[in-house]
């Protein structure tokens, strides 16, 4: 697996983690099953707008983004979902939809819906389609310092 900026970051602060193969999926639910990791266990990171800048949503695999709500957690004026091609040039060492949930190492905010804070370890794509890393959620926590609030309507 290539070196990228989660590796780097994770091996330079001392993180215990884990990497694993992920088998080719087109969803991030179909993922987790396939690599048997609970759906809610394995973070899927979305890129949106908020007003003019990208931002992370990080959520579980099995569950969506009420825009109303993340909107209301950013405390943005307008909040959007980033097309593949708007934000695709701001991961250079990853492959497109494969971002891990680190936004502080590429310069956005990160959002965590509340749900993933309750599980022990979370995965996440490794910058690959390929590969998962797993870590302690309270690790990522200490690492990214993400807001963190309620935006799928899964757990309201």
Request: glycine share 8%; proline share 6%; net charge negative.
């Amino acid at each position: 697996m290539p070196v990228t900026k989660v590796i780097e970051f994770l091996k330079s602060s001392g993180t215990d983690y884990e990497i694993s193969d992920a088998p080719p999926a087109f969803t991030a639910q179909k993922t987790a099953e396939e690599a048997h990791v609970p759906g809610g266990e394995l973070a899927k990171t979305v890129v949106v707008k908020t007003d003019d800048a990208f931002a992370m949503a990080v959520l579980p695999a099995s569950a969506r983004i009420d825009f109303a709500l993340l909107k209301g957690v950013t405390g943005a004026g307008k909040v959007e979902l980033a097309t593949e091609e708007e934000f695709a040039g701001l991961f250079p060492d990853c492959e497109v939809g494969a971002m891990p949930p680190f936004g502080n190492l590429y310069g956005m905010k990160v959002f965590v819906e509340e749900e993933l804070t309750k599980d022990e370890k979370i995965s996440f794509y490794g910058c690959r389609h390929s590969n998962l890393i797993r870590i302690a959620y309270g690790d990522y926590e200490k690492l990214v310092k993400p807001v963190v609030g309620r935006f799928s309507p899964a757990y309201l």
